[in-house]
């Protein structure tokens, strides 16, 4: 398995659909089964060896402070005074040395994402996946009529969608659905000049170079809405 051991989980977020829960409480420390939605998320990357794990926040971000006391050794806090989304967010920890290493590949990962423990997590899946010879960047799918919860159109294709690794392919049809959780090598965002910008757009300016998906095959939870969180509460044993 890969020798990744860097992490950065992207909370800086309002998370308006899920208002009015999120204008006490950031969408990440939203409870599921009793738990903070980013605990189980945190808890796989410190079972997974990660030895830093950084976490950016702007929208109640003391709230972070004080819930995450019990990770304080492993989880850097990076409050960022205007939101930067997913690229800038990134870029911004790269250059402030959030990181011990720059030039090495990182787990991203959206601050609210769920899917079933398994004893292969979709983490643990991307990590066994990486090739650093010939990844750029590598994004976890999901099928979109497995997704839980999912009422969207799909992000992307696979070029090979019967293979659990593939490059990525657009069409109008799309089939997979980008579950939030990436492998990227940092030196794809460090010629960016811009402050904010998302991972998405190096997603698509990169998508003819070495970008790739993996099937993941958990069970993955889409926690969008309030109703979303009380459906998998009530319906679901994480």
């Known amino acids: 398995m890969s020798d990744i051991n860097e992490a950065m989980i992207f909370a800086a977020g309002f998370g308006k ?113 990486w090739n650093e010879e010939k990844m750029d960047l590598l994004l976890c799918l999901i099928k979109k009529r497995y997704f839980f919860g999912y009422k969207g159109k799909g992000d992307f294709n696979l070029e090979e969608p019967q293979k659990e690794i593939s490059r990525l392919k657009l069409e109008r049809q799309k089939d997979f659905v980008f579950s939030g959780l990436q492998i990227v090598k940092p030196k794809l965002l460090q010629e960016r000049n811009e402050k904010k910008f998302s991972m998405r757009e190096i997603f698509f300016s990169n998508i003819e170079k070495n970008i790739y998906g993996i099937n993941d095959k958990n069970e993955w939870y889409h926690i969008s809405e309030p109703d979303d969180l009380k459906n998998v509460n009530d319906n679901i044993k994480i």
Do not use: Q
């Open 17 to 129: 659909r899920m208002y009015p829960l999120s204008t006490k409480v950031p969408k990440p420390l939203l409870k599921v089964n009793g738990k903070p939605i980013i605990f189980y998320i945190i808890e796989n990357l410190i079972n997974l060896n990660f030895k830093n794990i950084v976490i950016n926040t702007h929208h109640l971000s003391d709230k972070f402070h004080d819930e995450l006391k019990p990770y304080s050794n492993i989880v850097k806090i990076v409050f960022e005074e205007e939101i930067l989304d997913t690229g800038g967010g990134f870029l911004n920890a790269i250059k402030r040395n959030y990181f011990y290493n720059i030039k090495s590949p990182k787990v991203l990962i959206n601050g609210d994402v769920l899917w079933k423990k398994t004893a292969n997590s979709p983490i643990k899946n991307i990590l066994r996946s």
